[in-house]
């Protein structure tokens, strides 16, 4: 029994020791392929970081290009505007107009087609308010003749007693010759006195119609004055359903703060755009470039455009228009220039409000030697690259674009160098320190050049403010652009009123009655009665 249970016991101790050794087998094993595996990524992540840091000189030709985004639009668009006669004169105090109603953009229409609605609110409160100053000057015209037409006949009755007094006093002077001296003179001065009584009327007589005249032609003023404001008002209330002006496919108008002016927008006198008909014959780019590359811009560059709808399609341009007045756009902090590019050709697929990514190409080189940016090293006096062949070379750098640098002396095409500064840096020999002058006289050429530059900017400045003020004192005392607008005629008081071509005069339904004309005085009513 004992002899079973001490066999049974070593048996199973062996097995467990078996066990237990085979367990530690496997963890060994693990442990090895796990140092094989990072001993492997190690060795080929620096075999690829070595054969990353190395790169070979580059020859060909070389561009320096400004990329930007911008947007088509059409530059010999014809505007579709609320009615012009807004901003005359007589239409002073008229504010922001609503748009009721505008046909979807896209909508292809022909000449004199509708597009819009404006409020006409405004303008016929406006309306109410002329009629009744019209009626009140027509009533105010009336008794100003009737008084005056009293008046006049009360002297012309004097003066037609002061004649028969006249009379009356040369027939005593006729009959006094027998009469003694003393009654003679009495008669004469009698006659005397009542022949001045009768001029001094006459010239009263003459002074009262020339202020009868003037009275009443001041009346008449006022009236015309407020009876053209209100032929002009009924005229553009007329104008209010907008129509093309003539045929082709309707864009919203994009205004200042980016937005499209759609249904519910407003319009004022001065803003009256209301949508565009764009002549797709001739389509421009319109971008911004920073502060930075602006000076690289110039008129006649040559541009690569893409369309972002359509990113197949590539189309050649030309730089026409680069701003010299910079501007700050919503949502960004650096002042940009707006630059124009005109599109060669044109193709019937592309719209205005596309976006477009512009190349523009600022300058081109044949035939150069170029390396990566990243692999081009310098300080205050040299520039320099590590060749693999331990050398620090110093090289003269040209001009560069976002990624590679053109080298005019100190390396050549096909040589390897290191794109990132190599560990042992510190060990390379440097070589080519005649070169150190030349680049010290390229730097020094560069710094008067961006020193006469910013003086030319600076007398460009000072330039445009000498004449804003110059602008401002010239037209101080009056409001520049406040010339009379097409209809305009100067009226009796010297004053300019508009008067729109074809007003009838006539009330809309919405502003009285429609079936009568109004009345209004006869231009021969300020003439004074005859005597």
């Known amino acids: ?17 078996h066990s237990r050794m085979k367990k530690k087998k496997i963890i060994y094993l693990s442990l090895a392929a796990v140092i094989v595996v990072v001993a492997a990524i190690f060795i080929f992540s620096s075999s690829d970081k070595e054969e990353e840091q190395r790169v070979k000189v580059l020859k060909g030709d070389f561009e320096i290009v400004v990329t930007t985004s911008g947007e088509l639009v059409a530059p010999n668009s014809v505007n579709i505007t609320g009615p012009v006669e807004l901003q005359g004169r007589n239409m002073r105090g008229i504010g922001d107009i609503k748009i009721l109603d505008l046909i979807a953009e896209g909508t292809v229409v022909d000449s004199g087609d509708y597009v819009a609605t404006l409020d006409p609110s405004t303008i ?16 105010q015209l009336e008794r100003t003749q009737l008084d005056t037409s009293l008046n006049l006949r009360t002297i012309r009755n004097n003066i037609k007693n002061l004649e028969f007094e006249v009379e009356e006093k040369q027939i005593v002077v006729d009959q006094s010759i027998y009469e003694p001296p003393a009654t003679q003179r009495q008669a004469k001065n009698a006659l005397d006195k009542a022949i001045r009584d009768l001029e001094q009327e006459k010239r009263n007589y003459t002074l009262k119609v020339d202020q009868a005249i003037a009275q009443v032609a001041e009346v008449q003023v006022s009236l015309n004055r407020a009876q053209t404001e209100y032929d002009g008002m ?40 209301i949508a565009t008909l764009p002549d797709f014959s001739v389509m421009d780019s319109k971008t911004y470039v920073n502060e930075i590359d602006i000076s690289k811009i110039k008129t006649g560059q040559e541009v690569r455009i893409g369309i972002d709808a359509f990113p197949d399609k590539k189309y050649p341009g030309q730089v026409i228009s680069v701003a010299n007045i910079g501007e700050q756009l919503r949502n960004a902090d650096a002042k940009v220039f707006e630059v124009v590019i005109r599109l060669r050709g044109t193709d019937p697929i592309l719209r205005p409000a596309m976006t477009t990514s512009n190349q523009i190409v600022t300058a081109s080189f044949s035939d150069v030697v170029y390396i990566p940016i990243e692999s081009l090293f310098g300080n205050d006096t040299m520039t320099y690259v590590y060749k693999t062949n331990g050398v620090k070379q110093i090289v003269v750098a040209g001009e560069m674009n976002e990624n590679y640098c053109i080298i005019e002396q100190g390396i050549q095409d096909g040589e390897e160098i290191y794109l990132s500064e190599p560990q042992n840096a ?39 403010k000498n004449a804003r ?24 008081s010297g004053q300019a009123r508009v008067r729109p071509e074809g007003a009838t005069g006539q009330r809309p339904a919405n502003a009285g009655d429609s079936t009568q004309q109004r009345r209004r005085p006869q231009a021969d009513s300020t003439q004074a009665p005859q005597k």
């Open 1 to 17: 029994m004992y002899v079973y249970i001490a066999a049974k016991v070593v048996l199973s101790g062996g097995q467990h020791n």
């Open 124 to 139: 016929q409160t406006r309306l109410k308010d002329l009629d009744a100053e019209v009626e009140k000057f027509v009533g």
């Open 234 to 273: 009924v005229d553009v209330l007329s104008r209010f359903n907008v129509r093309a002006p003539r045929s082709g496919m309707v864009i919203y108008y994009k205004m200042y703060n980016g937005e499209k002016r759609k249904t519910g927008a407003t319009v004022s006198p001065w803003d009256l755009i």
């Open 426 to 464: 510190e060990k390379f020999k440097l070589i080519g320190e005649e070169l150190i002058p030349i680049i010290k006289h390229r730097k020094e050429e560069k710094e008067r050049e961006e020193q006469q530059r910013l003086e030319e900017a600076r007398q460009r400045e000072e330039a445009r």
């Open 469 to 492: 003020q110059n602008f401002r004192g010239s037209g101080r005392g009056g409001v520049p652009g406040n010339a009379p607008s097409q209809g305009v005629a100067p009226n009796g």
